[in-house]
Each structure stands twice: as structure tokens, then as C-alpha cells.
């Protein structure tokens, strides 16, 4: 105890050394020892600025601040960044979502919200639609946008000198000016889709009104867009032979929803997959407008955030029996179907990266049921309703022969695709998984422009491999009407059943979501049954970004496109601020 007492007396006595005695420290203590204090003085500043910074940032936040670049490649080439003539595009998709407005537009999320309109009504049962504009919206050019505007555009889109592939979903509407900010469209017909159509861009009548239809494809807005949406065309590079390389975009910022966050958005056009996953991992662009599941191992940038939605797409084998009378044989469409492994072409094709189709409508689709009949796999099935109806295999060549009115008709099918590694690598499975029930499976893989002006539109195939796209609505009238089975109808089966028709009219004219579900569960049921189409699978949409751009909101896309439908709220730049105290 008395020791203790003696240490707590001299500590009364401490006298904290003076400065100059300090400076003479260095001489008394041994090399050891300076380092010692040294060591220790830099553990003392450290924790001290670790307890600021973390005092710091305890009490300010991250929020989203102005500036940056985001460069993306997109696979292909823009034609027209015009949103009267681009659906037929993916580049052209993309771009005019970003360049122009619409009167409703989806949030991300599934949901249409407004845009250019701050409201609108439904009349009359659903055969008048008026909308009401907000004020004061500039063109990229500095005019202001009115209703002229809008009535000029869906004129246009309904003029079928100027071939807009969206002239058919504006048939038997009559669009008028109320007044400057205000529109109405009257239908013929109720059309429980209809507002979806209200997603269309629109066009400044003041510059386009001036172009006859014989130039309107070739005008320089095309390439040169004004529009009224978040971004405004900035500069177009070509390399000598004319291929557009990029197109540049900078911010809008009298935007009249808000002041975009990134400055400049810059597409970079690549004329295949494989150059544009090179040019993703060696940070040449920032992200891709897509990439197919099995190329998923070649994406070897780090930095990047795969997105993966579910579109309302589906690809399957339609068949034209028009073109041969295997295929108009039912039993032959149904032993394809169970002689299908769709199992095996997710897993080998899309490395697990999509869902399997039994139908053409797909799961969160309105009006999809299970209650439809499934073509599980089942081979041997396939191969004894083939032999119960008479296909044998008299030759020995492996392929089975029917005979038909005297006629000996072999099991053989040319099967058409897009020249597309996912689907050319999809066709090769089905011919060897069809080839085991005795059917021979001929292949012809054509480019992207030919499948579509040489195949899909003369109907000239017995087969096709290819994908639909359901869109905003899942309305399948487009596609399995019968008055849709020649071009620009998209009936790639040329399917005809006059209870159908009925169904599909009934479902698209009745506002009443009930009745709508109850339609469009008939219309399952009865297509399934008839085996117009062997439904293969429905792929995952992989977007990769950068994870450096914040605030990308994908959860449910109607189409790849509309993922630019919030981009005024996306960010690189970050700034801090103090909670409770922000800006």
C-alpha cells in the first residue's frame, strides 16, 4: 500500500515535458526505441482518422449526383431513330425510347404511368379516350410540344403510304385535337389493350410535316432524331464505307420529368456477339444491350452486374401445313411434341438461363393457366402413336413412311431459323432429338434480313424456328388470328379455327379483367389441344452493366427496350450528404 501511495504522490508532481525538451528525445532514446514511438504515433493518427471517418460517414449519406459517361454496345445497326418506323429494330427500339416521349410509358415495374400526359379519361365504355397534356414541354429544338403533335404522329402511323409495322394497332381509331394540350381518340371497337398503345413516341409535327411519304424513310431526322425525351442526339460517326461506329447522346436538361443524372450516353454498333463481348471485357463499353445464355462463359468482365429478366417472350417450331402433308397429319404434330426435350435445350443451349413454354402465353401472363394439356417428354410415346397411325419404316433408312391417297409420304421436314449461334445450336438438338422417332429433319439457317423478307413474309417454310415477343398486353390476337396469317400479320402458323377467332375478339373487347382471363384460358386450351406449334422455352434477357451505374431498376420489362424507360434516374457520380440535412 505504501508503494502505491508513493506512485499516486509523484504522479501529482508530473510535469508534462516542455517543447524543447521534446526536441531532445530523439537523443536519449536507442534507434529500437524511436521506431517504437514512431510506430506508435502513426497507430494514434490512424485510429483518430479512422473515428473521423467513420464519425463521418455515420452522419452523411450517399446520394446521386450529377456527371459521367455511360458507353453501351448494342448488336446491330440503327436504321431509323424514329419511333413511327423503329419496331422492327432492337437498335432503334432502344435509342428512340431514350430520344422521344410518349403519353404513358412503363415504369420498370410493369406498370404504365403517365409522361407526357398528366391525366386521362376513359368514356362511353371504353370507345373514347381523352388525354390531357402538361404544359410548356420543349422539343430538343426549343418548340413546344402540343397536341398537334401527337394527332400529326398516330395520322402518320395510320397513313399506309408511310408503312409503319404499328399501323395495324391503330385500326378503327379516329385520333382529334380538343385544344392544344388535349386529345381524344375514338374507337370503332372496344380494345381492352388499347392503352398500351398509348407507349408510342411522338413525332415534332414541325419538322416532319414537310416530308412526303416517298422520303419519310430517307429524311436525315433518321439518323439525325429531335425528340422530347431525357437525351438529345449529340453527334453520329461512320467509318468510310458508311456503317454507323457510335452515336452519342447528351442529357436534356429542361427534361420535364427531371434533370438527368449521367451527361453523356455514348452506343457503340457491333455487327456480332463475339466482338461485342470482347469489346465488354476489355472496358470498352460499360454494358451490352444483351448477350445470349451460352455465351455467359465468355463474360469475363468483373465489374459488370448481369441483370436477368423475364420478357413476355417464347420461341417455338410453328408449323405451316400448308406447305406439306406431314405436318397437316395431327399425329405427326403430336409425336414431335412429345419426341421434344425441352428440358435438355435449356440446360445445353441456355445453360439454365430460361423457362419452359407450354403455351403461348407465358406465367404472370393475364389469363395463363396450367390447366392445358403438357407434352412431357416421352419418346417411346411419340414412337407408338406413330406406328397406331400407320407411319412404318418399310426401307430401312431409318425415317418412317406413311401412305396418304395412294401417295407414299415420307417423315421429313425442312426446319427454317435465323442465322443466330442460340437458335442454329436450338434447331441442330431438335433434328437429333426428332431423328430418334424415325422423323428426318432438314436445317436451313438464314441471316436476319433474309429470314424475314424470304421466309416469314411469302409463308415460304414448313417449319420455322423463332420467337414472339407478347408485349405491354399478352393479347395473342397478332399472332393466332387467322386474319393475321399473311404479312404484316405475325400468324406464323397460319393457324385457322374459326372458335378461336371468336375467343380472341371477345377477350380483346371485353374491359372486364374476369372475362378476359376466362377467354384467354379457352384460348390455351383449345390451341394447345390442336398442336399448331411444338412451344420450346422462354430465355432470360442478361444485361450486363457496369457497377458503377447506380439506380437501374429492371424488374419486369414488357420488351429489352423499355429498360431506358427510367434512365433520368440512373447515376454514376455520388455525392454525400448530412442526414437530415439534404439538398
Known amino acids: ?87 422492327t429494330n432492337d437498335a432503334d427500339r432502344d435509342l428512340t425510347q431514350i430520344i422521344f416521349s410518349s403519353l404513358l410509358k412503363h415504369d420498370g415495374r410493369g406498370n404504365l404511368i403517365p409522361d407526357l400526359a398528366k391525366n386521362y379519361e376513359i368514356k362511353e365504355n371504353g370507345l373514347v379516350y381523352e388525354f390531357f397534356l402538361k404544359e410548356n414541354i420543349k422539343w430538343h429544338d426549343g418548340e413546344t410540344l402540343t397536341a398537334d403533335d401527337i394527332v400529326f404522329t398516330i395520322n402518320t402511323i395510320q397513313n399506309p403510304e408511310y408503312k409503319s409495322p404499328l399501323r395495324i394497332n391503330w385500326n378503327g381509331v379516329k385520333v382529334e385535337k380538343i385544344d392544344d394540350y388535349a386529345v381524344r381518340f375514338k374507337l370503332n371497337n372496344i380494345y381492352a389493350p388499347f392503352l398500351h398503345n398509348m407507349t408510342v413516341g411522338i413525332l415534332p409535327k414541325h419538322l416532319w410535316a414537310g416530308i412526303s411519304a416517298q422520303n419519310f424513310h430517307l429524311a436525315q431526322y433518321n439518323h439525325e432524331p429531335v425528340g422530347s425525351g431525357p437525351y438529345k442526339f449529340k453527334e453520329l460517326k461512320q467509318n468510310k464505307s458508311g456503317v454507323i461506329q457510335s452515336i452519342e447522346l447528351k442529357k436534356n436538361k429542361d427534361f420535364y420529368l427531371k434533370d438527368p443524372y449521367i451527361e453523356n450516353l455514348i452506343f457503340e454498333f457491333f455487327q456480332n456477339e463475339e466482338t461485342a463481348i470482347q469489346a ?106 406413330l406406328r397406331a397411325d400407320g407411319w412404318k419404316d418399310t426401307d430401312g433408312d431409318g425415317i418412317l413412311e406413311k401412305k396418304i391417297n395412294n401417295e407414299n409420304l415420307k417423315f421429313e421436314i425442312t426446319l427454317v431459323t435465323a442465322d443466330w449461334p442460340e437458335l442454329i445450336k436450338a434447331a441442330n438438338l431438335i433434328k437429333e432429338q426428332w431423328g430418334k422417332i424415325g422423323a428426318k429433319i432438314n436445317l436451313e439457317i438464314a441471316g436476319l434480313g433474309a429470314i424475314q423478307e424470304d421466309y416469314i413474309r411469302p409463308r415460304e417454310y414448313q417449319a420455322i424456328l423463332f420467337g414472339e415477343v407478347l408485349g405491354s398486353d399478352p393479347d395473342p390476337f397478332a399472332f393466332w388470328h387467322s386474319s393475321q396469317k399473311r404479312d404484316p400479320g405475325l400468324n406464323l402458323a397460319l393457324y385457322d379455327n374459326e372458335k378461336i377467332d371468336k375467343v380472341l375478339e371477345e377477350a380483346r373487347q371485353n374491359l372486364d379483367k374476369k372475362i378476359r382471363i376466362e377467354k384467354y384460358e379457352e384460348f390455351q386450351k383449345l390451341l394447345v389441344d390442336d398442336v399448331p406449334a411444338v412451344f420450346l422455352y422462354s430465355p432470360a434477357y442478361l444485361y450486363p452493366v457496369n457497377k458503377k451505374v447506380k439506380g437501374v431498376s429492371l424488374e419486369n420489362l414488357p420488351l429489352p427496350s423499355y429498360r431506358f424507360s427510367q434512365i433520368e434516374n440512373w447515376y454514376i457520380k455520388t455525392k454525400r450528404v448530412e442526414k437530415n440535412n439534404q439538398q
Not at 301 to 322: D, E, G
Not at 336 to 363: F, Q, R, V
Open 280 to 385: 465488354l471485357n476489355k472496358k470498352q463499353v460499360d454494358g451490352l444491350n444483351f448477350f445470349s445464355a451460352a455465351q455467359q462463359s465468355k463474360i469475363q468482365n468483373k465489374s459488370a452486374n448481369i441483370y436477368r429478366i423475364n420478357l413476355p417472350r417464347y420461341y417455338a417450331v410453328f408449323f405451316n401445313q400448308t406447305k406439306t402433308k406431314v405436318l397437316s397429319d395431327k399425329t405427326a404434330r403430336l409425336a414431335l411434341a412429345y419426341a421434344t426435350d425441352k428440358k435438355e435445350i435449356i440446360e445445353k443451349i441456355l445453360n439454365n438461363e430460361g423457362l419452359i413454354a407450354d403455351s403461348p402465353l407465358l406465367p404472370n401472363s393475364l389469363g395463363y393457366t396450367k390447366e392445358i394439356k403438357i407434352y412431357d417428354f416421352a419418346p417411346e410415346h411419340a414412337k407408338n402413336i
Open 1 to 87: 500500500m505504501s508503494s502505491f501511495s508513493n506512485l499516486i504522490e509523484r504522479s501529482r508532481n508530473f510535469q508534462w515535458p516542455k517543447r524543447k525538451q521534446w526536441a531532445h528525445l530523439p537523443k536519449i532514446l536507442s534507434p529500437k526505441e524511436r521506431w517504437l514511438v514512431l510506430g506508435l504515433f502513426f497507430v494514434i493518427l490512424f485510429s483518430l482518422m479512422s473515428l473521423a471517418v467513420k464519425d463521418y460517414l455515420d452522419k452523411t449519406e450517399a446520394l446521386p449526383d450529377y456527371g459521367g459517361t455511360y458507353e453501351e454496345g448494342i448488336i446491330g445497326q440503327p436504321r431509323f431513330l424514329n419511333p413511327v418506323l423503329a419496331q
